[in-house]
């Protein structure tokens, strides 16, 4: 998006812009600001409404199947990550009917693998003043603004979080001083809190691993900044929920197989869909179809035309997570330029510690791997500056995402890749959104719909209302919420001999469910204590069963990797952990779902598969310190003759802490 166009937003002027042969521009509709105010409230209204639940996933595909070729959607979104679904919700929000497919689960690719950061773009406000390039610092700044909502419009899910940088030498301390006081000048009103230098002294006492004397150097001091922290798939599924109570029809599973055209085949109509669940095939039609696909978006493109050029370079982003004694809680680690030239970083993250990242080039598969030099890389990376010794089997998870670079393909230079999304309509009734990045997901969303509303010239009720809609779970939500949890509620659970016992429900899981539910976490409470499902899923984790059953009802979770991976992030904290706690999410989930033994089966042999490509300590063997590729074995998480007997966390929960 252009300078221009987001200029005018900011006005609220009705304008329509339009550059690159018409791929990008703005459209408002005239709308008085009594009326958006109406409709906002309407929306906050049903989205916070305490007895509102989210259609049936049957609903849904109904409501898909019913969109003919008389009566069609104006938008088809294909893809469930953060940016597909942040369509369908700005969509939907401005009165348009919309349907959404997702071929595996919300946020199963790219947007469940991110760094966790919501930032603006440190490295490339550095870019803009070295390269006097305005394009660059017009990317900090959106991002910068766009920071600041998501914060707002999710805060349990997002925080601020102070992020130290090293320095070994007093230019780096006057270098990274200035930079981010810059940083902090280019914020403006959307500044979290203001940057400011530590001595040495004080930096070790903020983060007691930092290694303050390394190789020919000594620790002269830190400058400490902030960005954004969120739980990235959670946040992803509240979109794609916010969006279904919304009126948008949401069904993930479902895959495009193909696309229905016009008589004359120079429009594309609608598309035919395969449940991936139950293999029933359907058409759905729509004016408009928006491509949101993110590494995957080329395939769909070339199922319209296959002669148009690719426009996406897919690049892996490889991260590990370590125990959380090797950062300190509430204090992130980032090195901006390490000796290779790359950016290294140590987070806090739900009680561990994530670190990372690679940028390689990667093929483009759904369930990418980290390879072990990537792992190893990273290792070496962060050992340069911490003070304990970084052990490969400290690795608890690690994997990989695959970010989708974008090309522009009407650009002459094919060379010219860009960290900025891209907007496209290479065949009528097609919109392609690709590129960018999770913080700017939002104003992505709000082009794509601009681009779908021309194409399909479309009658929107309002202009784009997701600036200051919070998302399921947000509003009602206080960082003190967790004492009423704690106070009020229960878990009562089954022991190994069937009896029913109460338990506290204990100051880190109501932190937990808070966090992850939001305004919500009472629903998840009664759960646990009226339907006897308090117990902890894992031991050192938070995760109740109650969790498993919640999801299954009310967050369309229809597998165990949906929830291993997803709904909670335990496959990305402790691979381990949660190989043992699949055959208990299993026994959970088919209950819910009314699985049959086969379906049982299938689910355990898929979340194996699934665990297998994350490349925690449990997948490598080890010879005198060095390691090697190892398979997990299915008999490493056989399910139990009663899988209800799988371990109850107990006192080992303290180390889970959040960092709100």
């Not at 990550?81 to 969509?91: H, Q, R």
């Not at 729509?286 to 080329?298: H, L, M, Q, R, S």
């Not at 229809?558 to 990305?572: G, H, K, M, N, P």
Request: proline share 5%.
């Amino acid at each position: 998006m252009t300078a221009t166009t987001r200029l005018s937003r900011r006005l609220g002027a009705a304008a329509i812009a339009a550059a690159s042969g018409g791929a990008f521009f703005l459209y408002q509709p005239t709308l008085s600001a009594n009326d958006a105010c109406s409709q906002l409230a309407a929306l906050r209204q049903k989205i916070t409404d305490p007895n509102a639940l989210v259609p049936a996933r049957a609903l849904q595909e109904s409501a898909l199947i019913g969109a003919s070729a008389a009566n069609p959607h104006d938008v088809l979104v294909i893809g469930g990550g953060a940016t597909g679904c942040g369509v369908a919700l700005d969509a939907v929000t401005r009165g348009l009917r919309v349907g959404l497919v997702e071929r595996e689960d919300f946020s199963s690719g790219t947007s469940s693998r991110s760094t966790k950061l919501i930032h603006g773009g440190v490295r490339y406000l550095e870019k803009a003043v070295f390269n006097l390039d305005y394009g660059q610092l017009k990317l900090v700044f959106h991002a910068l603004e766009e920071r600041k909502q998501i914060i707002e419009n999710a805060p349990h899910l997002c925080h601020a979080l102070p992020c130290m940088t090293p320095c070994f030498d007093w230019f780096e301390v006057l270098y990274y001083w200035m930079g981010l006081k810059m940083y902090d000048l280019v914020a403006g009103p959307r500044l979290l809190h203001l940057s400011r230098y530590y001595s040495a002294q004080e930096s070790s006492e903020l983060f007691p691993t930092l290694a303050r004397k390394g190789k020919d150097r000594n620790l002269k001091g830190t400058v400490v900044y902030y960005d954004g922290q969120m739980n990235d798939s959670r946040l992803n599924v509240g979109l794609a929920c916010t969006a279904a109570l919304a009126g948008a029809a949401v069904l993930n599973h479902a895959e495009v197989i193909s696309f229905l055209k016009d008589e004359v085949g120079e429009r594309i109509i609608g598309a035919r869909i395969r449940n991936n669940l139950s293999g029933k095939e359907f058409d759905s039609y729509a004016k408009v179809i928006v491509n949101a696909a993110g590494p995957f978006c080329d395939s769909l493109r070339k199922m319209a035309n296959k002669d148009l050029r690719p426009m996406i370079c897919p690049s892996s982003g490889v991260h590990v997570v370590l125990p959380d004694y090797y950062s300190p809680e509430g204090m992130g680690l980032i090195v901006p330029k390490t000796k290779d030239g790359r950016v290294i970083f140590m987070l806090p993250w739900l009680g561990r510690t994530i670190a990372g990242t690679t940028d390689s080039n990667t093929p483009i598969t759904s369930l990418p791997e980290p390879h072990e030099d990537e792992i190893q890389f990273i290792l070496d990376a962060i050992s340069d500056y911490l003070n304990v010794k970084v052990r490969r089997i400290d690795v608890l998870s690690a994997w990989s995402g695959i970010r989708p670079l974008a090309m522009d393909p009407s650009a002459k230079n094919t060379e010219s890749i860009s960290r900025d999304h891209v907007v496209c309509e290479d065949f009528p009734g097609l919109v392609t959104i690709t590129g960018g990045k999770w913080t700017t997901y939002r104003s992505m969303a709000e082009d794509a719909v601009n681009a779908a509303i021309k194409s399909g010239k479309l009658s929107p009720t309002s202009n784009c209302l997701t600036h200051n809609l919070r998302l399921i779970g947000g509003d009602g939500w206080d960082p003190a919420s967790f004492t009423v949890i704690a106070q009020q509620y229960i878990r009562m659970k089954k022991t190994h001999s069937g009896k029913v016992v109460p338990g506290a429900m204990d100051t880190a899981a109501a932190k937990h469910l808070t966090h992850a539910y939001g305004a919500l976490a009472e629903r998840v409470a009664t759960i646990a204590q009226n339907e006897n499902l308090g117990k902890r899923l894992a031991h050192g984790y938070p995760f109740l069963e109650a969790e498993v059953a919640y999801c299954a009802r009310n967050e369309y979770c229809e597998s165990a990797v949906d929830f291993i991976a997803r709904r909670s992030r335990l496959a990305f904290l402790d691979t381990d952990a949660a190989g043992q706690a699949l055959p208990r999410i299993i026994e959970i989930l088919a209950t819910e779902h009314k699985w049959d033994k086969s379906r049982q089966k299938h689910e355990f042999q898929k979340g194996t598969e699934f665990l297998e490509t994350f490349k925690a300590a449990k997948n490598a063997q080890f010879h005198d310190g060095k390691h090697t590729y190892a398979k997990l074995h299915s008999n490493l998480y056989e399910i139990p003759p009663n899988p209800s007997t799988v371990r109850e966390g107990g006192a080992g929960f303290s180390s889970y802490s959040m960092t709100h």
